[in-house]
């Protein structure tokens, strides 16, 4: 029996048990994702089996979704390693030392959704910047007598914002590998739909800061970061180089890979001249991150992060999703998915505006980006190119109802990770995080009107 065989209705079934499995483990059971996507997978492989699909089918899908993933799993781990030596190398901390300096109380909030942007770009990482600048711009804005909440959304917007412009975060290569797009036309095209709200946020940001004119920047968190900074670290301003480079040879549209290996080199070339590190200490930040105390805890918080090992949880949630949606593909489940939309979507607009729509939907009851990208990108990439849609425009549409659309849902663990970290209650700081729906907006806007919506030839 050929995968094409199967019928609707055990088609329905597969897609059924295998979603119930999901939601049932991740979502009421709160049972870790990797195994109850592999578990579902095997309950789908099991049914597949039974009704006549042929193994070697399967395994020939699996083996292709997984030589599909094997670039962006590389460039992650690459990633992992950058941000290890660049901590160690100072590169990092001279970014958040300077960047702390340009608070002022009246564009505060301005600033901090800046500063917050900048990292992320640097790092690569929303829940990095979140959990680390994020906190101490919460104890700075306190110290200036800024509602909490509005600091809140500044600090959730600029994280976002980077986290999606960054060649850095997996997100962005997650969603351009799927896809099958340049990273660099990913990011670029997503620039259409997350600039408006990011704009809109930071008018919203100087209004609201001209109440607070008069202040001072102060706290015990900022004094504890600068001072900390500079004893632990020689801030050369030549340690600006790597980042500066990395983001001109990817721009210049070279290989990610090789121009992440550039930024390994001389990251812990940088970090033997400039912080006097040793053979040992680069290799253990590249591997394990950085994670020399400096005895102030909230530094340590902001600096302990990176490595290849520290990216292994996403590798793994990338090879299980590919366990899971690979015997989908080869039971004839996604063909008859896509039939589907197809019979109800009969033009490229109606194709976009189904697939914000289930994508959203999608993300919304699985809370994780790193699913739905893996699973649903490949699934309607077929539906793109037939009706002559470029692979940037599902990218850019992963992200702008996923990694910019998480923090809109308090269930998903980008929202569950905000609230607890920043203390902030989910409807206090949504209102004043505009950017985070707004680009969704913006995308069906766009899908109505036509702009940006890039065709192939």
Known sequence: MTKDSISVVKASILLIASISIVLGGVIFAEAPTEPVLILAGM????????????????????INNLQRMFIPILILMSVGMVIGVWILSGTVPLMIYY?????????????????????SILIGTSWGTLGTAGVA????SVGLGIPPHYTAGAVVVGAIFGDKMSPLSDTTVLAAGVTGTDIVDHIKHMLY?????????????????????????????????LNSLQNEFNLNPLLILPPILVLFLIYRRKSPLMVFGIGILLGSSFAVIF???????????MSG????????????????????????????????????????????????????????????????FSNYIL??????????????????????SPLFDEYKLHCKNLSRLLEDSGTNFAPVVPWSVTGAFVTGTLGVEYTDYILFAPMTYLALVFGLIYVFTGFSIEKTE
């Open 275 to 285: 912080q006097g590190a040793t053979f040992l200490e680069v290799t253990e930040a």
């Open 99 to 119: 960047g702390l300096q340009i608070l002022n109380p009246t564009i505060f909030l301005v600033a901090a959704a800046i500063l917050c942007a900048i990292m």
């Open 43 to 62: 309950v789908t492989i099991g049914l597949a089996l039974m009704w006549g699909i042929d193994w070697d089918t399967i395994q020939d899908d699996l």
């Open 359 to 380: 994508h959203g939907l999608l993300f919304t009851i699985t809370g994780s980006y790193y699913v739905t990208y893996a699973v649903f990108g490949p699934m309607v």
């Open 289 to 352: 991150g950085y994670t020399r105390a400096s005895g102030a805890e909230v530094v340590d918080e902001m600096l302990h992060q990176g490595g290849l090992m520290g990216m292994m949880g996403t590798v793994a949630l990338l090879i299980s999703a590919a366990i899971f949606g690979s015997p989908l593909k080869s039971s004839g489940v996604i063909d008859t998915f896509l039939n589907r939309v197809q019979n109800v979507a009969k033009s490229a607009k109606s194709i976009m």
């Open 137 to 140: 711009l919460m104890g700075i």
């Open 193 to 225: 739909t997350t600039i408006p709200g990011f704009v809109i946020s930071l008018i919203v940001y100087a209004i609201i800061g001209f109440k607070y004119g008069g202040g001072e920047v102060s706290g015990e968190d900022y004094d504890i970061i």
